[in-house]
Structures are given as structure tokens and as C-alpha cells.
């Protein structure tokens, strides 16, 4: 292992990017986060809906899900839209699937009641991590909506179990990194995502060899670097909360 | 004609809604402008790519086209997202179209040379008005583009030969309005839409009643109304250009 | 402007094609009109159907929308399928929502009940201003809808407001002409479809500059023009309807 | 069997419908015909293009192919349209896969030299028989189009070996009846399509059971009755084309 | 005709290949039967459900349909998977539609009372003659199916009226030949498929000329072999349907 | 925890299904496995072919992908053919991306050269651990077209460079399982895949809170049963292999 490395970003290994949440970006949605990782700004929105899914009907349970895209020069390079190309690319599918499965995860689906929370992540620009900024937002805009539900009387007691935020890590030479930006992302010789909880559990592990498979002592040293991150990614999600309240 | 009339909004006739246009907008597009009229904004970004359509392959004559979109939460109530979908809706097609088709009219395709802009408008917040902001804000972001090319000597002449901005008039009670915003949009007899130069000249007109037809005397008196409007339009725009190069 | 300009086609800047609206020519629709204008033929056909579309549901409205088609050998060199392609385009959806838009303004939804009228313009041939006879063509099936409606004791009173035709005009060489054939259209600087009332009214106006932006003088050049050709279609109109009753 | 059967259009058992084959009825086409087998009429053009399928490029050989449709009210009740529903249904595949498949049966591809000929067959008002009327028409369309190239030199010897027609059989209370019409259709209980040439061979025969399986004997008596009414479609043909070129 | 003809695989003109019809082949399917006609392999499954088609509901009559696919890699040639591509294929529509058919005709529809089989067809390696296995190993699949409904008293009478069972024939150098395999198909000049039943009767035929238009004599020869193959197949169907039972 | 507890299958902890791989089970494919993982029955393909990804063109380097697919009938209720639907589901997008990543992940893309393999997964019958099957079967589908590449001396050196198996753990009652059964999935806790290498290595981690999220300790017990796991499966990959070339 390289002593002398630095990494791309001239960040320390465990340092996260500048990251802000705004809570309420949006006007019209009933809860929203502007999420920006450094210059990855995520705009996730939260709607509310009285239709649940088919399996779901008459059940008196509830249902949250995500849809994600990114505008077409969110990115470097320009890159198709996909409601001209007439359908969702599997990444993108891959990513609605992560941050529905996640939220749902921390809700307590019978407390939600009969009803569905339907979360929109679009990247208005991409710098890498546009996921797991995605995630940690979408939990904002969530708590945003069910706050709505409970200022109407619809539902009397907070469905949501615990705060759920994202980080990505990654290998680079060998050293374990906090929250790659796109440059280093496209060196990692190993790419992480860890949804985690407030309460020190994990909801979602992803790790994927980008060049060569690793040992598990990276995995380890990659979640230890995201919990370290999530805790601040959790003290930022309060702190959007409270300034929406005030 | 009710003597007493007010507009829902409270402005004045002919009186725009607040505007900004904030050129460089997209950290990644070679040119960008983000244009707010109101509570309507709309990201308008240009990409510039060598390939033009089949039919202009070595003609040496370039190409302008747009795309259009919105943010599924962008409207009060969430309409469906287009790429879940599998297809743009008919209305999308009309307005990337209607773009496309005006910058095409103020730009001097053979000074442009074999290459292509595709300038992609997205609606963040809808209130009304979003095509019309879209172009206003689109012409921005081609002189950005244009700009870029001119810097690193792609081109020695700028092919843009004319400021193109748009604005939408609306008859309420028998009033012609300038700039509807959406509440009123949704009672307005008549809808109209125009794409003018700063040569006093006209690109696209459409106008479409509502309810009822409408007479002659009323379109004229929409366009002069429309032709104030742009004026400032005008003064706007080579105010956001102007503040992008100091 | 050239004073010793003669139009492409050799007529009159004011004369339109030859005329032809033969009104039942279907077999099997409600209400059918063959529009002709020169060699541009296009078969119109109304369908009865009970379905509203869901926002009208239950609420006594009733609905009038239309289709557009082009058989793929309508035109000089041929065209794809559009069924083939497994998509309409952005021209049709555009042509067919100006179709719907211009029928549904001269028609009281109210007292025409909860039912739909299904207009489909499917052209046979084409040589310029498709859009232009297919309107004209669709309000005569419209008719032939609306009085088989009212022959069967659906509804008592006609809900059809007022006569609906559209004709197209261009400028070439400066010079503003009526209802352009294909060799016209291709050449015209500008070209505008006029939507137009027998009451004198406008229902619809697009002008676009196909070459240069234009003056507003010239659009009301070509309003003029315009107001004169629709006076023909308007008693060609009421001809067919007569020939068809008798 | 029922001695005092008569069918229901009250034709004799091998009496056709009238026929009428119109060559050159198309403006824009290198062949055309419009083909009415009673209240059945197609509308069939060929358009010649320098473009062959992937797997005949450079191999001096030509193809043939078709495409069909139906104008949506060209039925009794109105059928959805296929290009608003974005995709062409089994039937339709079927009947344009036939007629494709007919035609190159009885063409040399070689001696056609490395072209297409694109056959459209598009349905204007159906009353049962749309694909036999439509590759009877199409043949002449292709005689047409190929009679273009040789006028222009683009091939010294006409590709076509054969003449050939389709016409329908079906059994109805165990009678063998030719050419049905739609009425007839919707009662029988086997249905068949005979596509013969004027060599007396077959191109292709498909015969299913309606309603129940039926025994060989009444395949030999409809094959009878095919032959028997293709006779007189060729000699429609050969008149058709006569009058082309008088 | 030469006399010293012998077909490519060596088998007599009116030889099967080998034959083998496994019924419950399919773990979780309420009928099943694994159709392998020499190296083609077709899995037949037949699954009940209780939603028949809209033209349907509330009739008390029931409906069987089909469905076809084959493994990407069935084939010598890698073909596209069809999911993947967004579409069915004309020929699987084609085969599908037949296979639907087929059963359809051998089936009481009021006595299998309103409930829906559905057959899935899916070649699992591919050596000629899909369809023909696949109609042959659905009988099998079927008969299972509507043996689970008479198992648990959801019928009481069998509505399956007669075997059903498919076999293709062909004409190489003017011979009639019985169960082409794919060597044999490719240069077959004349492809035949015979749906036939245990009581003598045809089903379904199609026979198309591949290369050359044939004689009518070549299709009564052909139907005389499949005649005699498909007493074969009904033998081995009742076999498969025993052994199932033991 | 419970120290009664025994998990639905009665097997060990740790104890797989019985394993069954069978390799060169396809006819026609360069390579082939069908993999048994007890119920699971998942056949692979590996197709070779000349064109890799534009991205790659003229760079001398190869490419690895894959297919995912499951016949409509291998589960216990018959779920829709994304062939009929026109779209790969987003959970098929999904496995499909992993598939072909871990492959790639453990092949020397520049030994390969400029070619493509495509493996095909293609479920026959499922019962959970389906991507799991089609990873560890792939691999050896991918290993008999490598040797295949090496026999017709397309390649000198195998690329290959390490043995990839996938298996599935999961967390019941907070006991970590190996290889879970359709019935145990759809009660566990936590569901997680881990693709290994015999080098002792991680290729891909996937673990997912299905109900509660999880301590990290959870996902090292889960790790270490994989792992134990994988031992056998690289055991039975060789002899897999071996038996192929006998």
C-alpha cells in the first residue's frame, strides 16, 4: 500500500463532501429535499397518493416507492434522455428499486395506513454518489410528507422507525475511501453503497469489483469509513428538519 | 367588458411576472440559462455535438433541436413521469418541437457549420407559461453554446442573427393579459403564445380558443401586448449575458 | 417585391384548389366526409362511442377528439408506417390534437351528453394542407354524426355552435397566398394555418417562420386571405351536408 | 346437408362478389391498384426503393415485401388505430407476412437485381376478404412498378413468372361457398385462403376450423372452388393492366 | 423425379423422427408435457386462471390460449431474445395464434365453464418443426390441465372433444417427405404444418410454396403422410397421459 | 435467539441444496450448463460473436455479457412473459447487469480480444436462488466457450482468471442460513447474494434489510456461510468441467 497517497479529491479518506440538505425545496410537493454532495444536487420530492398498489388494496397498509432519472446534461456529457428513448435504462431501474426498497425499509407500512408516499429523486447535476445523495435526501422528503399527513389528522403516530441515509466508499490503490466524487469513482478499483440506519443497522450493502475482486477485510474497512460518514449524514437530516419547522 | 375587472394575479395587463435569467446556470453545458418567470423554472441547458441529422450529413450546414421535459413533482398535483411511461405525451412533442423550430429561425445554419445544438429545457416548478420561459431562457443558453465555439475558434461568426424570446397572452373576461400565470391560464378564453425577434419581427404565433372563438381584433391586440412584454424579455437577456462574461 | 411574381401552381394569390367535400362517403361511420383539396384527399369518419375519457366520467359531458393518419404512399417518396414503427410522430400528434382542439371549440360539450364523437383523418393522398382539409372535412362528419345522434332521439338540440374550416396560407417571395400545394409549401418563407368560424371568429391560428421571421403586417395579409378562402369552404361545407340529405 | 340452402348474400356457392381492380389509382406510385371485392376495397400501392434487407446486400438479388393496414373505421364498429397503440396486432403481422411471402413466391429475385418493392395494402372499408382482395390487388401494384423499371432500362427481363390472386372459401351448414363476405364470414365454419397462380399450382392454402374440425374432402371442394374463382381473377388482372396502358 | 432420392437425415419419406412426450414434466404447472420431436425440445405448460378475456366475462364460456418463445440459444445461431428487444415476432404471433386456435377447436368452451387455460410453448432447443411439437406436447399439457379441474370437481364433464396433434410435411426434388428437420427445411421447396384430430378430420392447415408454386397433387400427397405420422403422435400422446396416471 | 429453531427445509445451517451442475447441455451453444440448485433449475448459454459494444470498437479489447429470463410458467404462479409485455422487468434488468458484471469482473478482457460471449440464463424452473444458479452455472457456460475460443486457436491464453459462484444467505428468526428455498425467502428477514472468487475474494455483495435492517455482525455470519458455501460449488464447477472433456 502506497504511504504517499492522496486521494484525487485532495480530501482525507474519511471526509465527506460539502453536503447540504434543504428541506421544502420544493413548492408544490407535500415534502422535498434538495440534496447537494459537493456538486451532486439531487431534487427529491415526496407526493402522496390515495392509491396503493393492487396487492395492496384493502389491506389497510401502505406502500412507498421511488422513481429516479437525471436530466440529460446532468452529466459531462450529454446523455439521452430516456422519455425519448422510450424507456428506463436498468441503472436507472437498479436505482429506483435501491431507494424504494430502502425507505420502506424504516416505515412501518400498517401505521402508514392505505395510502402511497411516491418519491421522485431527479439529479439536476451529477458529480458521482448521485444514489446514495438520492437516498439521504429522499428520507427528508419523506419525513416532509408524513409530517403533512400528521398536521391533517390522517395519521396519528409517525410511521417512520428510523432516519435512513447513504454513502458511498470505495478502493483506490488499495486505500478505502469516504463519498467518491466522479473523478475517483471512475479509478475505484472497488464501488460500495451502504444504506444505513440511525440506530447502527444496515439496510442495504452493495459492493461490486470494478477491476478485481477484493478480500472481506475491504468490506470491513469500507462499512466502518460509512458509518462514520452516515453519522453526519443523520445530524445534517435533523438539522433540515428543524430549520423547515422554524 | 366589466369596467372593473382585476386580473386573478393583481398585476397590471400588461404586466410580466417577475423575471430572472440566470445564464451559466449547468455546471457541464456548454452554454445554460436558468429562467424564472414567476414561480415557473425552467433549466435550460445547450450541448453542442458533431454529428448532425442524416439528411444534412455533409451539406456543412449545422442543426438546432430541442428537448423538453418536467420534474413529475414540478406541477401542483404529480403528473407521471415520461421515461416510466415509455413515451412523451403529444403536448411534450409540441413544445420541444415549437423550441426547436424557433431557434432554428434566428440562426444562420450555414455560419453554424456541420455540427449540432441540442438544447434540453426542463421544468423544475410549473406555474404557467413553461414554454415560453423555455425559449426565452433557451436563446440564452445557445449564445452560450454559440460563445464556447467562437472561443476556441470552431466558428469566426456568430450564426445567431436575431434575439428570440417568448411570451404567452390569455383574454379573460373579454381582457387581453400579458404573461398568464397558471391560475389564470385555467379560466382564460384564450390562449396564445408568441415567439418574437428584437426586429420587431414574429417566429411563431399560436393561438387557440379556449372556449370560444375569438375575434381578429382580440389577436392584435394579444400581440401588442406580447411585443411590450418582449421587449423587456430582451433587455433581460443580454442582461444575463452580459453578467456571465463579467 | 416582385412585381411580376405568379405563384408556383399558377393561380390566383387568392384562389384556392379545386374544392370537392363529398359528405357519407363511408359505408360504415356515423358521419364521413372525402375531403378534397386538389390532390390532397383525405377521408374523414366520425365514430359514436358511449365511453367518455375518466376525467369526464359522470359528469353529463361529453367529448370530441380525432385521430390523424397518412397512408405510408400518401406522399411523393414513401413514408414509414407509423403502426410499424410502433410510434406516432411529433407531427401527427400535432396535427391530431389541432383536429380535437378546433371541433371541440364549436361544439357545447354540454348538450351534446355524456358520449364521444371520434374523429379519424386518414390521408389518402397528399399535396400540401393535410391539416387544413382534414378539418375542414372532419366538421362535416362531425355533422353526420350529430344528426344521426339526433335522428335517433339521443340528444334534441344540435351542439354544434357554428361551421369550423381551415385553410392555409403562405408568403413567398413576399407575396401572401392561399391554400399552398406541396411544390408551394416547400418553397414558402412562412406558413400559417387559419382555423376559422363562420361567425367571423378564429378558433385557431399557427404561423410559423419557415425561413426568416416575418412582419406583423404579414400576418394579417394572410388573415385576410384567409377569411376569403374559408367563405368558399363554409358554402362547400353546407353543399355537402344538403346533397347528403337529399 | 341442406338441400334448400342458400347463402346468405344469396349468391350461387361459386359466384364472387363484383370485382373491380383499378390499376394506377395512386398518384405518387410506381405501381397502385385499388381492389374491390364487393364492399371490400384495398387500396394497394408498390413503391420501389434501392435499399434490400440486411442479408441480400451485395448479393445482386431483390425482395419483396409487404406491409397491410386498416383505416380505423374502415369496420362496421370502429377498431382502435395501430399506430396510437403503438404496435401492429398478430393478425395484421399475418396477413402482411402472406402477402409478402406470395409475391416473392412468383417473382425471380434475381432477375429483379438487387432493389426492394415495398408493397402497402391498406384496408378503406372491410367486408370480409381484406387479405384476398389485397394480394390480388398487390400483384397488379407489382406488375406496375415493375413494368416502371423496365421503362426506365433498370431491368431488361420482367421478373414475374406467374400471375397471382387469393380468394377466400368457407363452409357454411356443410356447403363449400366462395368469396365471403363479412356475414357470411362470421357464420362459417371453416375458413380458407387460396393463394393460386394461372400456372394452376399453389402458393399457399390455409384452412382452420372455425368451430369445428372438417374433413378432407371439403379441403378438395373449396381448393375446386378456388381455382374456379381465380380464373376469373387473372383475367380481371390482365384487363386491369390492359387499361393501364391504353 | 429421381429415383435414387434418399432425404438428407436418412429417414424414410414417411418416417418420424424420434419421438418423446413427457407429461408432467413442469413442477409447479396444473398440466405439462415436454415435446421433443428428434433434437427439438418443446416445454409445454397449461396454467389455469380465472379471468377470461372481456368479450367473455359473464357468458359462462370459457376460453384456451397459447403462447410461444424460444430460448435465445435454442438455436444453431444465436437469435435476439425477444424481451429484450421489446417484441414478439410476426412468426411467433404467427405460431402462437395457431397454437390458440388449434386447441380451441378440439375444445367444449361452455363445458370448460368461464375460466382460462393458458398454454406456454417455449422451445428449448430447436432443430424444425417448433410449432408442430408444440401443438402436439400442448394437447398433453392440456388434457392435464382439465384433468386438475375434474380432480377437484370444478367440472364434471371432460370439454376436451378429440386428440389434437400437428406434424409437418415438405416436398425436397419433388418427394413428399414427413417431419422435416431444420437441415431439411432449408432447402425444402414446399413447408407444409397439418393440424389434425383422432377422428380424421384437419384442424389447421398451411401450406406455402418456398421456393416454387406447387401442384394441388403435392398437397393431397402431403396430407397423406401427415395422416399417417399424426396416428403416431395421437399413440404417443395416450402413452404420455397413461404414464402420468401410473 | 432460538435454540430450537430448524429451518423450513430441515437442512443444516449451512447446508446447500443438492447442487447438480451440468455442463455442455445445450446442443448448439459454444458452451452450456444446466444448474441444479435443488428445485432451481436455470439453463446457460455462452454465445460466441464477433461485434463487441461500440465503446470497444478497434480497441483489441473484448466483452462479457449476459441475459436473464424466466419462462412463464417455472414458478408456482404463472407470472407475465416480458416478451408479450414488451419490456424486461426492472428485477430481470437487474440480475441480468449482475450476471455480466461478476463474469467480467474475473476475465481478462484484453486476453479475450476483440469478441463478444453472451450468456443466456434462462430459468426452467424456480424455487429462489435463481441469479445465484445462473452465476455459478454461467461460469462454466463461460469456461466451455473460452476452451472452445482456445481449440480453434482464436485465443492462446485462457482468460479467465479465477473460478466465480454465487450463493444466496439469509437471516430467519435471526439465524443466518445458506442457501435459501423459495419458501424460506419469502419469510427471511434478510436476503443477501454474494458472488465469490476460489481466490478467496468478493466479486459482489448484495444484502438487503426485507424487513428489519440488520447488525453488521449478521452480515459477517452471512459472509462466512458463503463462503463455506462457494468451497463446494467451486468443487462441483470442476468437475463439471472435467467430465465435459472426458
Request: charged share 20%.
Amino acid at each position: 500500500m502506497n504511504k504517499n497517497f492522496s486521494r484525487p479529491s485532495g480530501r482525507q479518506d474519511d471526509e465527506l463532501r460539502k453536503i447540504t440538505l434543504t428541506a421544502g425545496y420544493a413548492r408544490h410537493a407535500e415534502g422535498s429535499c434538495l440534496a447537494q454532495f459537493g456538486n451532486t444536487h439531487v431534487l427529491c420530492t415526496a407526493s402522496l397518493g390515495d392509491r396503493v398498489p393492487p396487492f395492496l388494496r384493502n389491506t389497510g397498509k401502505g406502500w412507498v416507492t421511488a422513481e429516479y432519472g437525471m436530466l440529460p446534461r446532468a452529466t459531462h456529457q450529454r446523455t439521452n434522455r430516456e422519455a425519448a428513448a422510450g424507456k428506463q435504462s436498468g441503472r436507472t431501474q437498479e436505482i429506483q428499486r435501491l431507494i424504494g426498497r430502502s425507505l420502506r425499509a424504516i416505515t412501518d407500512l400498517n401505521a402508514l395506513g392505505e395510502r402511497q408516499i411516491k418519491i421522485d429523486c431527479d439529479v439536476l447535476q451529477a458529480d458521482g454518489g448521485t444514489r446514495t445523495a438520492a437516498i439521504t435526501g429522499a428520507w427528508v422528503a419523506l419525513m416532509g410528507a408524513v409530517e403533512t399527513l400528521i398536521s391533517i389528522d390522517a395519521i396519528t403516530k409517525n410511521p417512520i422507525q428510523a432516519q435512513c441515509a447513504a454513502i458511498s466508499c470505495g478502493i483506490i490503490q488499495q486505500h478505502a475511501l469516504l463519498d467518491l466524487d466522479y473523478d475517483e469513482d471512475s479509478t475505484a478499483e472497488v464501488d460500495a453503497n451502504f444504506v444505513l440506519t440511525d440506530h447502527d443497522t444496515i439496510v442495504e450493502i452493495q459492493a461490486s469489483a470494478e477491476v478485481d475482486p477484493f478480500p472481506p477485510s475491504q468490506l470491513n474497512e469500507m462499512l466502518t469509513l460509512a458509518q462514520k460518514g452516515a453519522k453526519k449524514l443523520f445530524a445534517q437530516q435533523r438539522t433540515a428538519l428543524a430549520m423547515l419547522k422554524s
